[in-house]
């Protein structure tokens, strides 16, 4: 699949507040050289709105200036929740209309202002994922240079469960991950819980909740050199949050985890089964899976469940999506989301979807339109991939002098566990070293970080042969094209 590159107009006036947002939405704090943005919607489980967004860009653009802002903090009051996503049930509420759906639109560009911003902040951002981080939480975390899990942490992208798509960059994050994770999660909504949102690669670091405000106050206690570089900022934080880093609980850990532990013979499963660029290929898959007996089947058989749920426009649209995403970069990537969102705002999936999941009490089943797979043509597919002719296209905030310009790869990833793609250089390296190497090499470039030891053990039991004491990478047998 190819992608036709996109440019971007550069917005001419950061967001203000207008006449009517909400008082104390978001906080905002200062403890020395550290700045924090406490996200204030406790009761609605701090989901963002336009008002929250309004607040926010301004004043990371204005702590961007500031000499004396050394690190910005993100986090969400109460504690049930980081954010659980966009406020959409309040877009759906009056999307039945064309101003209805410009005002929809309107907010996706705003959200995707901050979340671009975000991807390219010239100053150290940490995102405390303390608690529900879905939809648009996600949006508010997974670019940032660290991303702190807790016991708490409940992931997901749960989109296709209201006919939408994994916006807020998910073409770019999801895309990105080892494997067809991303692909899974997308497509089902599934969730990871507290460590295994490290292992998967969304968190960076995983802390216990105690320990939270302690960090807070040592990380205020920094102090940077003047001419210190972005690169050398962040790996000071990094350093720090090491401090507070104890033994990681289990990923089998989580009783509440319908998918358990993402590793071992699932993983390889999850692998064999979403690897293919049509739905259908991969129902296909999990019913063969499904035929056979123990955890797999029964998972295979629960996923096909799943997935019978989900809005068939928005399967569809969501996995072309991810394809093409891996060829788009961070800014083109917020463009093509907003071209996305503008569409679904016009399909009536994403108003059924939010009614019947978030506003009808209690919650009843959607009627998707078209209500099949088959129903839901190629044609159909590809219009989600084209702004529509009565709205403008989406324009960005120039990053800063010092920010990071566009990029087809997170800059900086070294901070999470390693990626398979790391273990498979280390592997093809030194492998005829053996295992033992192999797994002490990795452990080293990443300075022996908790979870490094058992990601490694994972990783080479699924990827690589052990043919008398050499390792040897498993060469794909077909390619995702």
């Known amino acids: 699949m190819s992608s036709t590159s996109r440019q971007y107009k550069t917005a001419t006036e950061i967001p203000k507040e207008q006449p009517g947002d909400e008082p104390d939405d978001v906080l905002f704090g200062s403890l020395y050289g550290v700045r924090t943005v406490e996200l204030n919607r406790p009761k609605k489980l701090n989901s963002l709105n336009g008002s929250m967004a309004r607040k926010i860009l301004p004043r990371l653009r204005?702590?961007?200036?500031?000499?004396?802002?050394?690190?910005?903090?993100?986090?969400?009051?109460?504690?049930?929740?980081?954010?659980?996503?966009?406020?959409?049930?309040?877009?759906?509420?009056?999307?039945?209309?064309?101003?209805?759906?410009?005002?929809?639109?309107?907010?996706?560009?705003?959200?995707y202002q901050l979340?671009?911003?975000?991807?390219?902040?010239s100053k150290p951002y940490i995102a405390i994922m303390d608690g529900i981080t879905m939809g648009g939480g996600v949006g508010l975390s997974v670019h940032a240079p660290f991303r702190i899990a807790t016991e708490k942490t409940v992931f997901a992208m749960p989109e296709t469960t209201i006919g939408f798509f994994p916006d807020v960059g998910g073409s770019f994050f999801l895309p990105r991950m080892d494997g067809e994770v991303g692909t899974y999660l997308a497509l089902t909504s599934e969730q990871l819980h507290g460590v295994q949102a490290l292992y998967a690669g969304i968190a960076t670091h995983y802390l216990?909740?105690?320990?939270l405000q302690p960090l807070t106050t040592r990380l205020s206690e920094l102090h940077f050199k003047d001419h210190a570089s972005l690169q050398e900022r962040l790996t000071l934080i990094?350093?720090?949050?090491?401090?507070?880093t104890t033994e990681l609980p289990s990923p089998d850990s989580y009783p509440k985890a319908k998918n358990g532990n993402i590793r071992g013979e699932l993983r390889e499963a999850i692998d064999r089964c979403?690897?293919?660029?049509?739905?259908?290929?991969?129902?296909?898959?999990?019913?063969?899976?499904?035929?056979?007996?123990?955890?797999?089947?029964?998972?295979?058989?629960?996923?096909?469940?799943?997935?019978?749920?989900?809005?068939?426009?928005?399967?569809?649209?969501?996995?072309?999506?991810?394809?093409?995403?891996?060829?788009?970069?961070i800014t083109e990537t917020f463009i093509r989301e907003h071209e996305m969102a503008a569409r679904f705002m016009q399909h009536p999936d994403f108003t059924e979807g939010v009614s019947a999941k978030l506003i009808?009490?209690?919650?009843?089943?959607?009627?998707?339109?078209?209500?099949?797979?088959?129903?839901?043509?190629?044609?159909?597919?590809?219009?989600?991939?084209?702004l529509p002719d009565d709205i403008d296209g989406l324009e960005l905030l120039e990053p800063?002098?010092?920010?990071?310009?566009?990029?087809?790869?997170?800059?900086?990833?070294?901070?999470?566990?390693?990626?398979?793609?790391?273990?498979?250089?280390?592997?093809?390296?030194?492998?005829?070293?053996?295992?033992?190497a192999v797994a002490d090499e990795v452990s080293k470039q990443w300075n022996n970080k908790p979870g490094v030891s058992e990601k490694v053990t994972d990783v080479l039991a699924r990827k690589a042969n052990n043919r008398g004491g050499v390792l040897y990478w498993k060469e794909k047998q077909r390619a995702n094209l």
């Open 62 to 111: 204005e702590w961007e200036k500031s000499q004396m802002a050394n690190m910005i903090m993100i986090t969400g009051a109460g504690p049930k929740a980081f954010c659980a996503g966009g406020d959409v049930a309040e877009l759906a509420r009056n999307n039945s209309t064309k101003e209805g759906q410009q005002k929809s639109t309107d907010y996706f560009a705003l959200e």
């Open 115 to 121: 979340d671009h911003l975000i991807s390219t902040y």
């Open 208 to 211: 216990d909740s105690s320990v």
């Open 238 to 244: 990094d350093n720090t949050l090491a401090e507070f």
């Open 274 to 329: 979403f690897s293919f660029n049509n739905i259908d290929e991969i129902l296909a898959a999990l019913r063969k899976e499904s035929e056979a007996t123990g955890r797999v089947a029964d998972w295979a058989q629960a996923t096909l469940d799943t997935i019978a749920m989900r809005s068939p426009t928005s399967l569809k649209v969501t996995l072309k999506q991810l394809r093409l995403g891996k060829q788009w970069s």
């Open 360 to 386: 009808n009490k209690p919650a009843t089943k959607p009627k998707w339109q078209p209500a099949t797979l088959k129903e839901v043509s190629n044609n159909d597919v590809e219009t989600f991939f084209t």
């Open 400 to 436: 800063s002098p010092g920010a990071l310009r566009d990029y087809s790869d997170y800059p900086h990833a070294k901070f999470g566990l390693p990626r398979e793609r790391d273990i498979e250089a280390v592997v093809r390296n030194i492998g005829r070293q053996g295992p033992e």
